[in-house]
């Protein structure tokens, strides 16, 4: 498998064949992760939409997104840093009370699902800051980098946790404003879609950091958009619950471990 690394890099150059060379890693990686189990959409049946956010709680980003959300009465899945919540456990728990709340692992360090012991050892950590900062432990996973390494299916379910990627990114780490971004995610809205935000900034860039305020910025309008349609926000938790008890598609419900543990929870976004 291509290092994803070389894709940001590629992607930061912004040449056509660095887009087309993206893509196509980008297209694999969503392949390999569907086939072993991971949650990519909800039901066409239902008129929701997901907005999830990784790699925060960030403190430069993360209150804009939760006060745009607020307004709108918005509710969203937050893919969570367990070092981001240990850092910021006020913010963590004003996203928790409003919002779902999944883990993105502890620390974002890539190659950290190489091996089943690695995977476990940052599952537990993040456990542990769950507990600490917010009294439970979380039901849903994404992978950072979206690469799930040696772990699978059952590796992540021995955890009461269920794998969750996305229909489509919001192409927000490469997006260069909030144009860009709502250009990129409105015209792919659409009933059962998962939709990749960022609210942290993750380790990407030769900075060391990518601005997120952009995303803060297309919110509104996305939010718009989705209203537009006569479509509502939903966490990817109460997405699944309606997809489990509505829908009779069998190869894409819910698994067992999400069934038993999610919270219902939409909106009118």
């Known amino acids: 498998m291509i290092a994803l690394s070389s894709v940001e890099e590629l992607v930061l150059a912004r040449s056509p064949r ?5 893509n196509a890693v980008r297209l694999a990686v969503e392949r390999r992760v569907r086939h072993d189990g991971a949650v990519c ?13 990784d790699d925060g709680p960030d403190p430069r980003t993360t209150p804009a997104v939760l006060d745009v959300l607020d307004r709108a009465r918005a509710r969203a899945t937050f893919f969570v840093l367990g070092a981001a919540v ?9 996203l928790a009370a409003m919002h779902e709340v999944g883990t993105h692992l502890y620390s974002h360090r890539r190659g950290a699902s190489s091996t089943r012991a690695g995977f476990d050892d940052e599952v537990r950590r993040a456990f542990a800051v769950h507990r600490r900062v917010l009294g439970e432990v979380p039901a849903l996973l994404r992978f950072p980098f979206a690469d799930r390494g040696a772990v699978r299916r059952r590796d992540v379910e021995r955890w009461g946790l269920s794998a969750v ?11 260069s404003c909030a144009d860009a971004i709502v250009s990129h995610v409105v015209p792919r809205l659409h009933p059962g879609a998962i939709v990749l935000f960022h609210d942290g900034r993750g380790p990407f860039s030769r900075k060391g950091a990518l601005d997120r305020s952009a995303t803060a910025l297309a919110l509104p309008r996305i939010l718009d958009a989705i209203a537009a349609r006569g479509l509502r926000t939903a966490t990817v938790g109460g997405m699944l619950s309606d997809r489990a008890s509505t829908a009779r598609e069998p190869s894409e419900l819910a698994s067992p471990a999400t069934t038993a543990r999610i919270s219902n929870g939409t909106s009118g976004g």
Do not use: I, K, M, N
Request: positive net charge.
């Open 165 to 175: 990627h996305w229909t489509f990114s919001s192409e927000d780490s490469s997006a």
């Open 86 to 94: 240990e850092r910021e456990p006020a913010l963590s728990r004003r």
């Open 18 to 22: 660095a887009w087309a060379f993206a």
């Open 41 to 53: 959409r909800g039901s066409s049946r239902a008129p929701l939409v997901a907005l999830t956010f």
